[in-house]
């Protein structure tokens, strides 16, 4: 499952690492957007779920992995900057389906906000239109790490917190690669963090109300920092929504265990892959996956 790699020019001010798995000329296309601090590796479990199905678009933000080496850094780049990126590579790869995990939620929304012609579903995942009292703490205790430069530090935070479900093995290789990563993803994340605590989101959510696009929001029943609670309140800002719980998961879903991660691929398949319904602009379904 060798991907077509790419890095791709966005008007003139990025350059973009991207990998296409193509799965039938015919077949939809869907990109994932990472959460903050992470790669296209991160989404490798996912690739193998949505692959034989679709074709998956991945890609690195201009600051992180493999994009970087064709990238300066003379300004950070925000959440709105990251939207209009995400908007170019929708329009390149003539998108159907979106799908973000963790903070690239956010970014996720604002370019739904923009109404893609292409589009039409869209999956958030392990996120929500509030900061609770958790993910607070953790962002709070994360800045000062992030400011600091404290690296190993920081990738013990993770991993104690919206990472404690993960294996062992995932633990380690987090550690060690949030302990690897440079000066200028610690400034860029520190920028993201600052601009939530002291917004908490609202711009996003504002324009969220905008999103024509059916969009469904799934999140770990164990998640405690972004919780099946808190997402439901998304419902007051996304005109057509549904959602999804996996029992038996945190915050990483499909990266935690097996049957989180076959829970997570059949509530993924069954969204993107049903066929276009009538609704009312507010219509809502509510729905929960059992794992296997």
Not at 69 to 91: A, C, G, M, Q, W
Not at 256 to 272: M, N, Q
Request: charged letters at 20%.
């Amino acid at each position: 499952m060798r991907p077509e790699i790419a890095v791709l020019d966005i008007q003139g001010q990025y350059r973009v690492y991207t990998e296409f798995y193509r799965a039938d000329a015919d077949a939809p296309t869907i990109i994932l957007i990472n959460g903050s601090l992470a790669t296209t590796a991160s989404f490798a479990q996912t690739v193998r779920s949505l692959q034989p199905y679709m074709n998956v678009v991945l890609y690195d933000q201009p600051y992180a992995g493999r994009s970087q080496p064709h990238n300066t850094f003379d300004r950070l780049i925000s959440k709105e900057d990251e939207s209009h990126i995400l908007l170019e590579l929708i329009y390149h790869f003539h998108a159907e389906h979106l799908m973000s995990f963790s903070w690239g939620g956010a970014c996720a929304l604002l370019a739904l906000a923009h109404r893609p012609a292409s589009i039409e579903r869209a999956v958030i995942s392990s996120f929500s239109p509030r900061v609770n009292g958790p993910m607070r703490d953790y962002l709070e205790r994360g800045t000062q790490h992030l400011q600091s430069c404290a690296r190993s530090e920081l990738g013990m935070l993770i991993n104690e917190t919206i990472g404690k479900h993960l294996p062992s093995l995932f633990k380690r290789f987090n550690h060690k690669y949030v302990c690897g990563l440079a000066e200028h993803e610690y400034l860029q994340m520190d920028r993201h963090v600052t601009e939530v605590l002291a917004h908490n989101l609202g711009d996003a959510l504002y324009r969220a109300r905008e999103i024509k696009a059916p969009v469904m929001f799934l999140n770990g029943e164990l998640d405690e920092y972004t919780t099946v609670e808190d997402a439901r309140l998304f419902a007051d800002h996304v005109p057509r929504c549904s959602f999804r719980a996996i029992t038996g998961a945190g915050h990483f879903l499909d990266m935690e265990h097996k049957h989180a991660c076959e829970a997570t691929r059949t509530a993924l398949l069954d969204f993107l892959c049903a066929r276009p319904q009538r609704q009312s602009s507010y219509a809502q379904s509510e729905g929960r996956v059992l794992a296997l």
